[in-house]
């Protein structure tokens, strides 16, 4: 079954670190992109960061860049998110997503085919 099982969101305080883990099942993982991305209630999901697990070849947004790490793990077939000092307005949820075959990251959600359900971030000022 494919399937991408996000975990690690909870609440953190401003300033303060979380690291998200998505764990991949089910298709070439190793010859993929995965990616990172997030929406706010009423808001288009947008991307935060990627990575080519292939060559580890990484993407990042503005809005992650600096604060935000992606990294892979191909023997436990997972990729992380390491999100350092945390603000209020990275308070939604964060999906991961992927897309098999491909090396060249994109940071937009639509080439992607494979979501996860989800994890909550929540940082309190």
């Known amino acids: 079954e494919v399937s991408l099982v996000e975990s690690g969101g909870g609440l953190v305080q401003t300033g303060g670190s979380l690291r998200l883990s998505c764990r991949a099942s089910g298709f070439n993982f190793a010859d993929s992109i995965i990616g990172w991305f997030r929406q706010a209630p009423g808001k288009e999901r947008g991307g935060v960061s990627c990575i080519a697990t292939s060559d580890g070849s990484t993407y990042s947004a503005d809005s992650a860049e600096g604060r935000f790490t992606i990294s892979t793990d191909n023997v436990k077939n997972t990729v992380y998110l390491q999100m350092n000092n945390l603000k209020p307005e990275d308070t939604v949820i964060y999906y991961c997503?992927?897309?098999?075959?491909?090396?060249?990251?994109?940071?937009?959600?639509?080439?992607?085919?494979?979501w996860g359900q989800g994890t909550q971030v929540t940082v309190s000022s």
């Open positions: 997503a992927a897309r098999e075959l491909v090396n060249l990251c994109v940071g937009v959600p639509r080439p992607y085919a494979i």
